[in-house]
């Protein structure tokens, strides 16, 4: 190879070499800000992969910048909309211990929740995103009385606290049904103490008494049938208690 030939191709190699250095996603060379927007543009285009790429190059590249915080943000609020729920609660419980004092902070906290609600399954099967969910909208309506997601986090609090309600009445009602009655006794207990205002209370009051009936412990059934009658005498299942009650007295 002849000098000339050989400065040639030496000039083109840096040449590369200085564009992959300073490129960004899409080829482009940019900074925080032009990240940040390139992601944004690529959110809008449902390109959600080259997004959160480019969010989280910022993270990466330019860890001092004030861009770090939007990135952060947008990088969560992703994941979100790709519904990659444990990533996006990973990245919003992040922003919240970074800066617990930003303007934006309850958005982290909803979206953190959210990320908990959208993974909430079947009453009868594990609540722990229930519970996690629960515990972050309480969070967020004692923190910031004053934010933008006050009343939706007050509507899914509600929702959460059904869904755990409803969880304990069906495996009441599930070992009710198996003739397991102590066990179906102490969860339909717990569901009075702690849900007063549940819709089935009627329900769950009747089968404690009807577990008692089924354990022969005659006095504690004949107290929970007056009881049920008491407070709910329109019930459904009042003709049922009523005859119980004149059994027992035989």
Same mark, same amino acid.
């Given at each position: ?11 083109? /190699? ?9 490129? #960004? =996603? ?8 032009? /990240? ?6 690529? #959110? ?11 969010? *989280? ?14 990135? /952060? ?26 800066? =617990? ?25 594990? *609540?722990?995103?229930?519970? $996690? ?11 910031? =009385? ?14 959460? $606290? ?33 849900? =007063? ?18 354990? *022969? ?30 059994? /027992?007295?035989?």
């Amino acid at each position: 190879m002849n000098a000339r030939l050989f400065g040639t191709v030496s000039v083109i /190699l840096c040449l590369l070499i200085v564009c992959a250095c300073s490129s #960004t =996603p899409d080829g482009k060379s940019g900074s925080a800000q032009e /990240l940040i927007n390139e992601g944004i543009k690529a #959110t809008k285009l449902h390109q959600n992969v080259r997004a959160k790429a480019a969010f *989280q190059q910022v993270l990466e590249d330019f860890p001092d910048s004030k861009e770090r915080i939007q990135a /952060l943000l947008l990088l969560a609020r992703t994941y979100y909309v790709d519904k990659e729920f444990e990533e996006a609660k990973f990245h919003f419980q992040k922003f919240i211990e970074l800066y =617990p004092a930003h303007a934006q902070v309850d958005r982290a906290y909803y979206y953190k929740a959210m990320s908990d609600f959208k993974q909430i399954d079947l009453a009868l099967r594990d *609540q722990t995103s229930t519970r $996690e969910a629960l515990e972050g909208f309480n969070q967020l309506i004692n923190r910031f =009385p004053k934010s933008q997601f006050l009343e939706s986090a007050k509507a899914k609090q509600i929702e959460c $606290e059904f869904k755990l309600a409803q969880n304990v009445f069906e495996i009441g009602k599930f070992y009710y049904r198996t003739g397991s009655y102590q066990s179906a006794i102490i969860r339909l207990k717990n569901l009075v103490a702690e849900h =007063p205002k549940h819709k089935h209370l009627d329900e769950a009051m009747f089968l404690i008494a009807e577990s008692y009936y089924h354990e *022969q412990s005659f006095d504690e059934a004949s107290v929970s049938y007056k009881e049920l009658l008491k407070r709910y005498p329109r019930s459904r299942f009042s003709i049922q208690a009523k005859s119980r009650l004149r059994t /027992l007295r035989r």
